[in-house]
């Protein structure tokens, strides 16, 4: 299998929009020194510079201008100045943030598993696990590439499932492009168990199967929704509720959470579609109840694997992050989970 099947693989597994990954970072360049000529008198500089560097969009150097990256006559430049002429500019060319979306940087990693083939990793609720618009630096991937910088040399460092930002709990990190390979195939075989736990509004059945394909919402680009638009894909959830108590006087319900699949938001969107969105969801929750919790009380609790060396089966747990289980203790919801 080659980099670029796995690379499609991974793609069908989870449908979040991840940039190009594979290349390392761009360096930034020389400075540009331009002497501006006397056809130039009386022109706007953006507009000047646009024409004699057009290796670069005009948007590009009007954010270099503001952010003072371009000086005339050592002076910090204006992109509205009219010039005369005979100037001399000198460009200080920055990569965009998505070119350094590949560069290591040192962020805390819990690692719950390390060896030649895989490393199995706690992520904290608030890491970002790939460099996305918004989130070009700071996330998992940078953290993977500081720690083990031969993964450089493996698609998405490694990454073949992710969990949302806010989500805590137990991720695989395969360590060679064999492993990643193997990792891939067990996904798509649905043999890797995957156990969440979430504490939802409400009071669910004691347990159920949840078969809706889910995609894109049709009004709201940034949320997932169950539908059976073109571009939906079949998701399936198994849940079972554990407890039930209460939360400023509602109703709430810890359910524990295996996937089939792996969509994007799939157990927010599913839990959401039967009447028991999880508490603290901002995104599918109901907003007036958002407030009771910093973010989704989701957490992925469990995962079990077969090893892509040995073929050991091999299992995980996580303890639940102490937001969450603060969050059990208020909603009377406590003693160990079965």
């Keep these: 299998m080659t980099k670029q099947t796995i690379e499609s693989d991974i793609d ?18 020389q400075p ?8 130039a008198c009386g022109v706007r500089l953006d507009k000047v510079l646009s024409q004699l560097v057009p290796q670069y969009s005009r948007s590009r150097i009007q954010q270099w201008l503001d952010a003072g990256h371009v ?3 050592g002076q910090p430049a204006r992109s509205k ?10 460009i200080h060319p ?5 070119e350094r979306a590949f560069t290591p940087e040192p962020i ?3 690692i719950v598993h390390d060896d030649a083939a895989i490393v199995i990793i706690d992520k904290p609720a608030g890491l970002v696990v790939h460099p996305a618009a918004g989130n070009w630096s700071g996330t998992l991937l940078n953290g993977l590439l500081h720690r083990w910088p031969a993964l450089s ?10 969990l949302d930002k806010d989500t805590s709990g137990l991720m695989a990190v395969a360590k060679t492009l064999e492993a990643q390979t193997d990792l891939v195939r067990q996904l798509q075989a649905r043999s890797v168990k995957r156990e969440y736990l979430a504490l939802v509004w409400g009071k669910p059945q004691v347990g159920g199967k949840i078969e809706a394909p889910i995609g894109r919402h049709p009004r709201d680009r940034i949320k997932m929704a169950v539908s059976d638009g073109p571009g939906a894909k079949p998701a399936i959830t198994h849940y079972e509720r554990i407890a039930t108590g209460s939360l400023d006087g509602k109703v709430a319900s810890l359910v524990r959470c295996n996937l089939e699949t792996g969509r994007t938001h799939q157990i927010r969107v599913h839990m959401q579609s039967i009447g028991f969105p999880l508490v603290g969801d901002s995104l599918y929750g109901k907003a007036h109840l958002v407030p009771v ?3 989704q009380a989701l957490h992925a609790h469990r995962l079990g694997l077969l090893h892509p060396a040995s073929g050991d089966a091999c299992e995980w747990r996580s303890p639940l992050a102490e937001d969450f289980a603060g969050l059990l203790a208020r909603a009377g919801i406590e003693g160990e989970i079965p």
């Design 12 to 29: 069908d597994i989870d449908e979040d929009d991840v940039p190009d990954l594979h290349a390392p970072a761009q360096q930034e360049d």
């Design 32 to 39: 540009i020194v331009l002497t501006l000529s006397e056809d």
């Design 71 to 73: 000086t005339i006559d």
């Design 81 to 90: 100045v009219l010039v005369l002429g005979d100037e001399t500019v000198v």
């Design 94 to 98: 920055q990569a965009a943030p998505q």
């Design 108 to 110: 805390p990693l819990s």
């Design 153 to 162: 040399g493996v698609p998405r460092a490694g990454i073949v499932h992710r």
């Design 293 to 295: 919790f910093g973010r």
